[in-house]
């Protein structure tokens, strides 16, 4: 019986763990400290202008990834829109400046969806803001061969669970680096 009790405490520590928020998964509007000590309240639409905690790629203070620093990997949309926010435009001149600095990189945007809708409607809606974002980037003197697109659809969830903050967070064109060094 002491076995098992003990059994039960360890996993119910271990969850405790697990509830404490990622750098992946931050949920909308929790409030948490930036690298020059003040709070922020994180946000799914990716806000600028905090300084990135820790090396291109990993996760910064509001649980946004970078590709090199101040430079965020990821925009956001809302429920069933492929249009790119104000806060989304931001975050690609940001990309296509740096992109544009570093000549010899290669990216892939892949668009992502929340759990909910069909497999086959998230996927065309992922494809949707994967090319948005890309669109963005072109216009921005980007050349095309230099940016793949994929879909994941629901596939690929950013942020583990069924709740609007989870959704918001999963809604998403992220960008990774494909191939080049970056020169800044």
């Known amino acids: 019986m002491f076995a098992r009790s003990l059994a039960v405490v360890a996993i119910a520590l271990l969850l405790a763990g697990c509830g404490e928020d990622s ?69 690609l001149q940001h990309q296509g400046g740096w992109l544009n600095q570093n000549p010899t990189i290669t990216v892939m945007i892949a668009g992502n969806c929340d759990e909910r809708g069909t497999e086959e409607y998230n996927l065309a809606l992922g494809e949707r803001r994967a090319n948005a974002a890309r669109d963005y980037l072109v216009a921005q003197g980007i050349s095309a061969q230099r940016i793949r697109t994929i879909t994941y659809g629901k596939n690929r969830p950013t942020a583990l669970g069924s709740t609007p903050g989870d959704w918001a967070q999963n809604r998403n064109a992220i960008t990774s680096v494909t191939s080049g060094a970056p020169t800044s």
């Open 23 to 91: 750098p992946d998964v931050v949920g909308a509007g929790v409030a948490q400290n930036n690298a020059a000590g003040t709070t922020t309240t994180s946000s799914p639409v990716g806000a600028v202008g905090t300084t990135p905690l820790g090396a291109p790629g990993e996760a910064g203070p509001r649980g946004i990834r970078y590709l090199a620093p101040g430079v965020e990997d990821r925009v956001f949309f809302d429920t069933a829109a492929s249009q790119l926010s104000q806060d989304a435009t931001t975050v």
